[in-house]
C-alpha cells in the first residue's frame, strides 16, 4: 500500500514559477512509475508529466519545455518544478504512483493522492 500527499499549490500569476511536491509513504518507492495529473473544473483528468523508476521521463506537449518532474528516492518524494506558468494550467494537480509501462494512461496507476490546487492568474 501507498500513499500519496501532495503540496506545494497556490496562486501565482502568469509568467511564475511552483514547485509541487509529492512524498510517497509505503515500501518500493523507488521501483514506482510516478506521475503527475491535472483536472481542471468541468474538464476530465489529464497527464502532465511521469517519471519511471529507471528515471527517464515523459511529458505533455502542453508543459513539455516548461514543466520538469523529477524524484528522490532517498526521500520517498517527486517533485513537479512548473515554471513559465499560463492560465490554462489552473487545476488541481494529483500525484499518482503506478507501473512503467503505459504512464500516459489513468489505469496505469494503483495509488492516488488527494490533490492540490494550482491556480494562475492573467
Known amino acids: 500500500q501507498v500513499q500519496l500527499v501532495e503540496s506545494g499549490g497556490g496562486l501565482v500569476q502568469a509568467g511564475g514559477s511552483l514547485r509541487l511536491s509529492c512524498a510517497a509513504s509505503?515500501?518500493?518507492?523507488?521501483?514506482?512509475?510516478m506521475g503527475w495529473f491535472r483536472q481542471a473544473p468541468g474538464k476530465e483528468r489529464e497527464f502532465v508529466a511521469a517519471?519511471?523508476?529507471?528515471?527517464?521521463?515523459v511529458y505533455s506537449d502542453s508543459v513539455k519545455g516548461r514543466f520538469t518532474i523529477s524524484r528522490d528516492n532517498a526521500k520517498n518524494t517527486v517533485y513537479l518544478q512548473m515554471n513559465s506558468l499560463k492560465p490554462d494550467d489552473t487545476a488541481v494537480y494529483y500525484c499518482?504512483?503506478?507501473?512503467?509501462?503505459?504512464?500516459?494512461?489513468?489505469?496505469?496507476?494503483?495509488?492516488w493522492g488527494q490533490g492540490t490546487q494550482v491556480s494562475v492568474s492573467s
Open positions: 499518482a504512483a503506478g507501473a512503467d509501462f503505459f504512464v500516459r494512461e489513468k489505469s496505469n496507476y494503483a495509488y
Open positions: 509505503g515500501r518500493f518507492f523507488s521501483m514506482y512509475t
Open positions: 517519471i519511471r523508476s529507471s528515471g527517464s521521463t
